[in-house]
């Protein structure tokens, strides 16, 4: 179910494994029937988790969907509320356990908060009268959530905006702890680098921590060599460009949520003789995107550019094999046939849906929007000045984005970028789409800033860019960690370093995408474990940062 | 050997009891024990000794004192008794000292005398004061159980968590009972009582009378009862010498004797070892102790002085003014090793052991006896569990070297048994040193647990001896030495003769960061004493800030409790010290706190934006934080005002506050859209429709749609709306009015500032390939190329693409070329190349 989640250098099924069974251990402290009253926002990540076949064999029997008012009618024993610890939550949840009161038989109330108790919120419900009404408050630390073999997301949709905005460092703190979890499972990191105001908390709040639980001794050997921790605002400028890696191009045009995207129907029809195309589905076609897919394993990373060549060859080499049937003759050929058939079926339906998807995405790429916006791009890139206009509702989010260092008035101040981009080599001008020699092939042509910062910090140093840091906004820094010499790691000569890297305020996929480049480059001598507070792109990077007033 | 069994006493044919000396005592008693109240806790506890008031002989005008000693007689408190006079004392199983006096108020004290606590048992008991009162131990806790002078019981099953249960009534009960007990079963207490010749259960809902099966006859009055340490037997001595032994449950005998004493026993105890089949008791008179059993005769014993029993789990301590013994039945190990002539292999590995060290040979032929028999693991087995019930370390001794001896001729023999004995020996003899005076049996021992020995103790203040005991036991730190420590420090922080400085430091140097110590808790220990300034220094060595900040709260240290949780980067908890803080300040200096504290003012901001908003308007008001006041009151415009008048007011205080911000463009923005908003006001009134809230450009899109246009064109010049971006307005809403003849006019108003390819590529996008032509041939000749091919005319886009001589334009119109139809242009376009490149 989960397998994808051990292909990786670090086995993050391990982590998964760990939060499953929290959550079965707090089930069962619930014991009789249950229903499970959702904070919606948690849906998605906790499907990431576990599956309804868990909850129910925890005898959770309905399932409902946090609003005012009554609760609908369920015949169980426990109710448990699932939230996070938001005080506009715990209003509606005190109108639920008021009106239920009043109603017959009781139930036994719990609440679970995720990822944190907060107090708080605690002092909320004691205020509205209904603490008392809860057997169990507990907190469940779903701080980073396995996506892949090395992807975690806390997806945290406001991270960025808290952070950088309104200087509330709740999510850091979160991050923290989750970094906290992971030492748990895989060890003490024992070098920590960073560069970021945020960045720099988090390392605080790490080692804080880490001073907390003197008791327990992290007897785990390693996993990771490295933590570099990066905030999202020494690199505003990459996910404002348009990721154009197969991931990263669906989850620009149609979003990715939850791994989980949703598409047009009408190129997934069924194929049927005779059929007219009458009954068109209408319902949005939902796949699951990772890598447990092995297609979309290959082809996720690479330039949209370089996908065609692969999706042709794979159809080739599938029909191929389903030709291969002709030429079984003897009965254990035959059989041997047989027993492939479903992985080749498989294959074969994995094909027609990325054939499909990359339909869709050619039919936008080709269009002259999808190419005028990619010149304005370039254009503001290039500095060429362009005319805007907003309407009024729009200047807080204008001043939002100021704040936030997204936009800048013009003043005569000296730009920066010029350095920047020559120090570290932001712009390519010889991009290999196909067979790409340098992270740039991202962005058919820029190299995000972000990734290069990483790939400088493994080879040769920060101590070659120190100029380019210091330009670059708050301040970049290294601690260590000490681990007793049992668990002193001795590198096997060619062993590649296991770094993991955290961006606080989220990360692309196009970002990702160049990471994975770079683990698997075969002299480049890191791989990379990513983890953010929410995979993200441009748009929905905006919108989280956009006040309307109405 | 033989003088070992000297003191064994056979019962029957199938038991031995044994009395052996725990301590000499040299308390100097001032009082004779029998003029005393005395309570002694079981497994080794403490004694406590109140002069009984109720012995008037003599003067009473002193006051009593209240004395404590260890089991060994070391003296541990000694205070005047100030309080009413005492009925009864007892120890709970936490070791506190309960006093309950005769109006029903129960004093706790603890094993140093210090006063804890106390609690009434109720008005009932208040008004007929208490007769009689036993304390019992269950396994919820200590209870205590009340006879009042109306002859009712009063009970409470856990004193620490007190809840009375007055029980029923017996009917007819005019005098009070002869004797009385309580009972658990089903894990509910009872009271047993008895009448005269009858005997009556209570229980929580009704009295029910009851009888002995099997009891002899002739009966007229019980003396005196017994129930044995787990409840589960039950002895009773009558009037005519006659006792009578059984199950609790009243429903089996188990056996029965006659001593033919008619006195009324001082006191009458079981004698049992769990797991034994043997049942005895102990009765003792003023001078003379009887252990009776099921057997015909009795073990009897002369009692020198005044005596006091006191029940344990495997035996029966007794100590008087001079002395503490350890009466019980020798256990199967020790019976099977030291009976005379046995042949038991235990018995014969400790001879062969003694004739090793003897160099005698004879240990061999021992030896081979015991391995021709394969008994040899069984003989190693016997030894190791016969050391444990000896008393005395040279006697451990000699049978762990047999066990040891007899190990060495045994392959894999499992070693743990053998090591965890010598181990628990060694804590044993060490607690059971006079000093400490906690005579432990090993079975007592194993049923308390190392836990439990250790928090006693740590009750007794011998930190150094349960540390000790910790590292030689290598328990884990947090179960362990941490746990001593931080009791120890608690100790330590009610000193109050040493300064705070210094306590802290004392405590700081022993703890470090010693794992599993929690300073908060030893800080609250030092607040409840009332040392605040200590429990602050105590919090700073802290490392878990949730553990520092609800004390540092309690204390009233707001502040100190707000810079911590922002130390700590956990926002909750900022949160909760800030709403403190809120309530517990006034504002003024509420703000001026937060003032000083950036992080914890945004994240207040934050918290008033979704719950507080005018409190919000006030933060920004003091920071002079005209930019957000701005903002603010722009949200304020949208979400409060319904009245455009209102609207207006609000975005004026808007600019207002912008200005003072020296935010331009924001105020410059704000007025304009005051004026707009007054003008779309206006057309919705003069024109009908929605304007109100559209953009500046959809105002103007909107009224080009409606047919508008000159208004639309004074908008724009209000407004300073330059001309390129009207025209792309009027171009693009006249072309979705697909008002073809309109847009031509206009495209003939006056010479286009945008060119006209727009007006192409806007018709084109509507499908209109005519009216697009129009346009075509009226772009400008940079743009021509691009305009003819937009209207699919690939010849003529060729032919000016010749004439431009550009090959960008030239392979632009080539890429067009579709199809047969255009293959001669395409040629034609090669052709023009060719030239070009010839020149």
Known sequence: MAAHLSYGRVNLNVLREAVRRELREFLDKCAGSKAIVWDEYLTGPFGLIAQYSLLKEHEVEKMFTLKGSRLPAADVKNIIFFVRPRLELMDIIAENVLSEDRRGPTRDFHILFVPRRSLLCEQRLKDLGVLGSFIHREEYSLDLIPFDGDLLSMESEGAFKECYLESDQTSLYHAAKGLMTLQALYGTIPQIFGKGECARQVANMMIRMKREFTGSQNSIFPVFDNLLLLDRNVDLLTPLATQLTYEGLIDEIYGIQNSYVKLPPEKFAPKKQGDGGKDLPTEAKKLQLNSAEELYAEIRDKNFNAVGSVLSKRAKVISAAFEERHNAKTVGEIKQFVSQLPHMQAARGSLANHTSIAELIKDVTTSEDFFDKLTVEQEFMSGVDTDKTYGYEHILTLYNLEKAGLLKPQTGGRNNYPTIRKTLRLWMDDVNEQNPTDISYVYSGYAPLSVRLAQLLSRPGWRSIEEVLRILPGPHFEERQPLPTGLQKKRQPGENRVTLIFFLGGVTFAEIAALRFLSQLEDGGTEYVIATTKLMNGSSWIESLMEKPF | ?839
């Open chain 2, 1 to 839: 050997m033989d003088c070992y069994t000297a003191n064994w006493n056979p019962l029957g044919d199938s038991a031995f009891y044994r009395k052996y000396e725990l301590y000499s005592m040299d308390w100097d008693l001032k009082e004779e024990l029998r003029d005393c109240l005395v309570a002694a806790a079981p497994y080794g506890g403490p004694i406590a000794l109140l002069r009984n008031p109720w012995r008037k002989e003599k003067a009473t005008s002193i006051r009593p004192v209240l004395e404590i000693y260890s089991a060994s007689g070391l003296p541990l408190a000694s205070l005047l008794w100030k309080s009413g006079p005492v009925v009864s004392l007892g120890w709970s199983a936490e070791e506190e000292l309960l006093c309950v006096q005769e109006d029903g108020v129960v004093l706790v004290y603890g094993l140093h005398g210090d006063f804890r606590r106390h609690f009434s048992m109720g008005n009932e008991v208040l008004q007929n004061r208490v007769l009689d009162a036993r304390i019992f131990h269950t396994e919820f806790g200590s209870g205590l159980a009340i006879l009042t002078g109306a002859h009712r019981f009063t009970l409470s099953a856990n004193v620490g968590d007190l809840k009375l249960r007055r029980m029923p009534e017996v009917p007819g009960l005019q005098s009070a009972p002869s004797c009385w007990t309580t009972l658990c079963q089903d894990r509910v207490a009872h009271i047993l009582l008895a009448v005269g010749p009858d005997l009556y259960l209570l229980d929580h809902a009704a009295c029910s009378a009851v009888t002995l099966p099997g009891l002899a006859p002739g009966v007229s009055s019980f003396l005196q009862m017994a129930v044995s340490f787990t409840y589960r037997h039950l002895a009773l001595f009558t009037d005519t010498g006659y006792i009578w032994m059984g199950t609790s449950s009243l429903k089996e005998k188990l056996c029965e004797f006659n001593c033919n004493i008619r006195a009324p026993p001082k006191q009458m105890v079981w004698c049992s070892r769990p797991r034994s089949k043997e049942r005895a008791v102990v009765v003792a008179w003023e001078r003379r102790l009887m252990v009776v059993g099921d057997a015909p005769e009795s073990i009897q014993f002369v009692l020198d002085e005044d005596s006091y029993l006191v029940p344990e789990l495997d035996g029966v301590r007794i100590f008087s003014r001079s002395t503490h013994e350890f009466l019980h039945e020798v256990p199967v190990a020790s019976e099977e090793i030291f009976k005379i002539a046995s042949m038991a292999p235990g018995a014969l590995l400790l001879e062969a052991q003694k004739e090793y060290e003897k160099e005698s040979q004879k240990a061999d032929e021992y030896l081979r006896e015991i391995q021709e028999l394969g008994q040899l693991t069984q003989a190693v087995q016997q030894c190791i569990e016969a050391a444990g019930h000896e008393h005395r370390p040279d006697m451990q001794k000699s049978l762990l070297r047999a066990a040891s001896f007899g190990k060495c001729f045994l392959d894999k023999f499992p070693p743990d048994s053998f090591v965890r004995m010598c181990q628990d020996l060694r804590v044993l003899n060490a607690i059971r040193d006079y000093h400490i005076g906690i005579p432990l049996t090993y079975s007592q021992y194993k049923q308390l647990t190392i836990q439990v020995l250790l928090d006693r103790l740590v009750l007794r203040r011998l930190y150094p001896l349960a540390i000790q005991i910790c590292e030689y036991l290598r328990l884990p730190e947090v179960q362990g030495v941490s746990r001593i420590l931080a009791h120890w420090a608690c100790y330590k922080v009610q000193q109050k003769d040493v300064s705070d400085e210094d306590v802290a430091r004392a405590i700081n140097q022993k703890l470090g960061d010693t794992p599993g110590v929690s300073y908060s808790d030893i800080a609250a220990r030092a607040y409840g004493c009332g040392r605040t300034e200590l429990a602050i220094k105590l919090l700073e060595y802290e490392p878990r800030s949730g553990e520092q900040v609800p004390l540092l709260l309690k204390m009233k240290r707001s502040k100190l409790a707000l810079s911590k949780a922002i130390e700590s980067g956990d926002t909750d908890l900022v949160f909760t010290v800030l709403l403190h803080l809120k309530n517990e300040l006034n504002r003024g200096d509420f703000f001026m706190t937060l003032r000083n504290q950036p992080m914890a003012l945004s994240l207040y901001r934050q918290f008033c934006k979704h719950q507080e908003l005018e409190t919000l308007k006030d933060l920004y008001n003091q920071d002079d934080n005209h930019q957000e006041l701005g903002s603010f009151h722009i949200r304020a415009s949208y979400a409060a005002e319904e009245r455009i008048e209102g609207r207006v007011a609000a975005l004026q205080t808007a600019a207002d506050a912008f200005y003072k911000a020296k935010n331009e463009f924001a105020a410059k923005a704000t007025e304009d859209q005051m004026r707009l908003l007054r003008l779309q006001r206006r057309l919705e009134d003069e024109l009908g429709g929605h304007f109100v809230d559209l953009s500046l450009h959809d105002t103007v899109t909107t009224l080009i749609l409606g047919g508008h246009s000159k208004r639309a064109e004074q908008l724009a010049r209000d407004f300073r709306i330059p001309d390129k971006r009207l025209w792309w307005l009027k171009l693009t809403a006249l072309a979705d009015l697909e008002d073809w003849e309109e847009l031509e006019k206009f495209s003939k108003s006056k010479k286009s500032p945008i060119g006209y390819l727009p007006f192409v590529e806007i018709c084109m996008k509507q499908h209109n390939k005519y009216e697009a032509k129009k346009y075509a041939s009226r772009v400008g000749p940079e743009q021509k190329v691009k305009a003819l091919l937009l209207v699919g005319d690939v010849a003529q886009a060729a032919d000016v693409a010749i004439e431009h001589r550009n090959e960008a334009e030239l392979s632009l119109v080539l890429s067009h070329c579709t199809g047969a139809t255009d293959g001669a242009t395409a040629d034609k376009i090669q052709r023009a190349r060719a030239q070009a490149q010839k020149k």
